[in-house]
Structure formats: structure tokens, C-alpha cells
Antibody, heavy 114, light 107 residues
Framework: EVQLVESGGGLVKPGGSLRLSCAASGFTFSSYSMNWVRQAPGKGLEWVSS????????YYADSVKGRFTISRDNAKNSLYLQMNSLRAEDTAVYYC???????WGQGTLVTVSS | DIQMTQSPSSLSASVGDRVTITCRAS??????LAWFQQKPGKAPKSLIY???SLQSGVPSKFSGSGSGTDFTLTISSLQPEDFATYYC?????????FGQGTKVEIK
């Protein structure tokens, strides 16, 4: 059974940093691209970032470019999102997703507020 | 960026109804189109990929069609568990983009 479990969310002040993790199991993690997708309260889905299976290709939404960094550790079956210079508009549930959304984690809530 | 426009934004339907949701891309995306279902407080669930391929374990009452710029998701006979919000997403090119969602409510 495929499992994706996010962690690392919480309350952070504007300008602060947070690192999200996504632990994967039930599939060959190193064979798949991975993504972060977020959903602000009461809003739709917004793609944040993608990373290819070997980390050769990385993409970011313009809204997070230069502030967020996606990475992965295939030996640990883990995906990460380093979030710096956080803003109120980054408040959302952050999901990790396999491939182009084949499987999703349960999400972790990030709240940016003073 | 490719804009994805869903219609309608919401609809009311009865159990047993046939429901169709439309998704239009601002430029051609071949068949690189996925559909997701999301219930309140839950993660999205994949229904359809490659415009018309049913994800494993998804009931056959869901079907997708289209290519290029115009796509549809059809639910053949709406059941209580199908009341949710549905999103389309293009994965033809980055940035990946979602439609704004279609909320299916009980009439």
C-alpha cells in the first residue's frame, strides 16, 4: 500500500522558516517524480514544486521561487520542502504527491501569522 | 502559463443523475490531463489520468474524455459518496496548473 506522510507544519511568524518532510513507503520511491501542492483555507489546489526521480529536474511556481527549495533523499525515501521568508499568503495545507498526483499524503498545515 | 477553466463552478444534482463537468485549457495539452476528487478535510484522490484512463480502484461510473483543449469528466449515476469538489489539472508543461474546482452538491 502506498503511503505518503507529511510532517513539519506549524505556526511560524512572517519572515520565518519551516522545513516540511514527506515519508514515502509502498513503492519504489527513487523511480518517481514527486510534487508539493498546497491549498489555502477555503481555496483550490495550487501546485508548488516538482522534483524528478534523480533530482536532475526541479521546478517551482513563481509564487515561491527563490524562497522555497525542494529536495529528496532516495536512500531515506523522503521528500522535503525548505520554506524561507514565509508570508501570510503561504498559509495552507501542504500535500506531497507522487508522480502527477497518483497518490497524495494527508497534508500538513502551515500557518504564517504574527 | 496554461490556464485551466472548469465549468460549472458548482452544480446541484440528485442521486442517480448523470453529471458532466467541463475543463478547458488555454492552449493545447494533448491528453496530459488528470481529474481529482476532494471531500471536505481530506486529501485529493486521483480519478482519471491521461484524459480518459481510469485510476486503479476507481469505479467505472467515472469516465473522462477529450484531447487538445477541451475535456470532460462524467459521473454516470451520482451516488451520495460522489458529492465532493472535482479538479482538473494539466501536466503537459510547467507550471502545472489546476482548474478552480467544481463543487457537486445535493439537490
Amino acid at each position: 500500500e502506498v503511503q505518503l506522510v507529511e510532517s513539519g507544519g506549524g505556526l511560524v511568524k512572517p519572515g520565518g522558516s519551516l522545513r516540511l518532510s514527506c515519508a514515502a513507503s509502498g513503492f519504489t520511491f527513487s523511480s518517481y517524480s514527486m510534487n508539493w501542492v498546497r491549498q489555502a483555507p477555503g481555496k483550490g489546489l495550487e501546485w508548488v514544486s516538482s522534483i524528478s526521480s534523480s533530482s536532475s529536474y526541479i521546478y517551482y511556481a513563481d509564487s515561491v521561487k527563490g524562497r522555497f527549495t525542494i529536495s529528496r533523499d532516495n536512500a531515506k525515501n523522503s521528500l522535503y520542502l525548505q520554506m524561507n521568508s514565509l508570508r501570510a499568503e503561504d498559509t495552507a495545507v501542504y500535500y506531497c504527491a507522487r508522480d502527477f498526483g497518483r497518490d497524495w499524503g494527508q497534508g500538513t498545515l502551515v500557518t504564517v501569522s504574527s | 502559463d496554461i490556464q485551466m477553466t472548469q465549468s460549472p463552478s458548482s452544480l446541484s444534482a440528485s442521486v442517480g443523475d448523470r453529471v458532466t463537468i467541463t475543463c478547458r485549457a488555454s492552449q493545447g495539452i494533448s491528453n496530459y490531463l488528470a481529474w481529482f476528487q476532494q471531500k471536505p478535510g481530506k486529501a485529493p484522490k486521483s480519478l482519471i489520468y491521461a484524459a480518459s484512463s481510469l485510476q486503479s480502484g476507481v469505479p467505472s461510473k467515472f469516465s473522462g474524455s477529450g484531447s487538445g483543449t477541451d475535456f470532460t469528466l462524467t459521473i454516470s449515476s451520482l451516488q451520495p459518496e460522489d458529492f465532493a469538489t472535482y479538479y482538473c489539472q494539466q501536466y503537459n508543461s510547467y507550471p502545472l496548473t489546476f482548474g478552480q474546482g467544481t463543487k457537486v452538491e445535493i439537490k
